[in-house]
């Protein structure tokens, strides 16, 4: 909640920032991992940046972050949230000792330009002031509870992925359908979780944020079908079908959140596992308390069609408003 509370700070203090004033101070972040004589480097900057850092043309992440003695290499570059890029390197450095960075990136992108870096301790770095200390160490990666923790929260605010899930609720809350469309949705969003968290495959946030918004919108749209069509347990029952594609770009968007950790990629498996289970916990937790009452409401007969109906037109109105405003 106070990391919801901090984000939703950030996010009022840079938008009154750019409406008072035509000039905006670039930002990029980095969090950089030491163990034995490898230094793991994350760093996050606005896509437009690329083209002046000109990463284009070399391998080499010097040019962006220098580690003294030590000799890096770019493993991965993706796309993020907000119109990002990460880009992910390795420096193989003589020793295990500590060692001296230098963040280059903000002399070359000038402008007052400002670096936020995690290395052990936390620096803000500005033009004539980008060097700063990482010191020999074990990594401070996140506890596997923590990161059980931090899946369930991503599940919990992420109201997007509860408003599709409530979309697949309405059709039809027996158990046995609603079972399968869950289970394909989890292994869906776990395969494409895994392959974004290991860096294997990230598409743009400007093509993942839109879809997931279609699927919403989707779901409302077949819920009405089917209830014109007084098809709903046939269509219910064949939705784990659609249900699948659509959890493979939802999988895309949790994985903003392991993203942010900045983690080395030697605890990539357990933070995997820790957050994906999170998210699983998370999603139980609101899945079955609605799927249960909705079905007594059901039996009872007191949830008209013409309800269900209104409630999945109202949910076909947000994806497209959703679509309209990510794209």
């Not at 010097?62 to 290499?73: E, F, N």
């Not at 879809?211 to 779901?219: E, M, P, Q, R």
């Not at 249900?243 to 933070?271: C, K, N, Q, Y």
Request: charged letters at 15%.
């Amino acid at each position: 909640m106070r990391r919801l509370l901090a984000s939703l700070i950030a996010l009022v203090i840079v938008t009154l920032a750019s409406v008072a004033s035509a000039h905006q101070v670039g930002l990029s972040r980095g969090t950089y991992v030491r163990e034995g004589n490898v230094v793991h480097a994350t760093v996050t900057f606005a896509r437009g940046d690329a083209a002046t850092l000109e990463l284009a043309k070399s391998t080499d992440p010097s040019t962006l972050v220098a580690v003294s003695g030590c000799t890096g290499r770019i493993e991965s570059l993706t796309p993020t949230a907000a119109d990002g890029l990460e880009m992910r390197a390795d420096y193989t450095c003589p020793s295990s000792g500590g060692v001296s960075l230098d963040a280059k990136l903000v002399d070359t992108l000038g402008g007052g330009h400002r670096h936020l870096a995690h290395a052990g301790s936390d620096y803000v770095l500005k033009e004539g002031e980008t060097r700063f200390s990482l010191e020999a160490g074990p990594s401070t990666s996140p506890s596997f509870t923590k990161l059980v923790v931090l899946g369930v929260e991503h599940i919990w605010t992420g109201w997007d992925h509860l408003l599709f899930l409530f979309g697949l609720l309405l059709l039809s809350p027996r158990l046995r359908s609603l079972g399968l469309t869950i289970s394909a949705f989890t292994i869906a969003h776990s395969i494409t979780l895994g392959l974004a968290a290991f860096g294997v495959w990230t598409p743009p946030a400007s093509v993942v944020e839109p879809a997931i918004a279609l699927s919403i919108a989707w779901v409302g749209v077949e819920n009405v079908r089917a209830l014109v069509a007084k098809r709903e347990g046939t269509v219910a029952a064949a939705r784990w079908r659609i249900t699948f594609p659509f959890g493979l770009v939802h999988g895309f968007g949790f994985a903003s959140a392991l993203r942010e950790l900045g983690m080395s990629r030697a605890d990539v498996p357990r933070a995997l596992l820790g957050f994906n289970l999170g998210v699983e916990i998370g999603q139980l937790a609101v899945v079955v308390p609605l799927a249960l009452g909705l079905a007594w409401i059901v039996r009872s007969g007191k949830l008209p069609a013409r309800a269900i109906s209104f409630a999945s037109a109202a949910i076909v109105a947000v994806g497209v408003v959703l679509f309209v405003v990510r794209v």
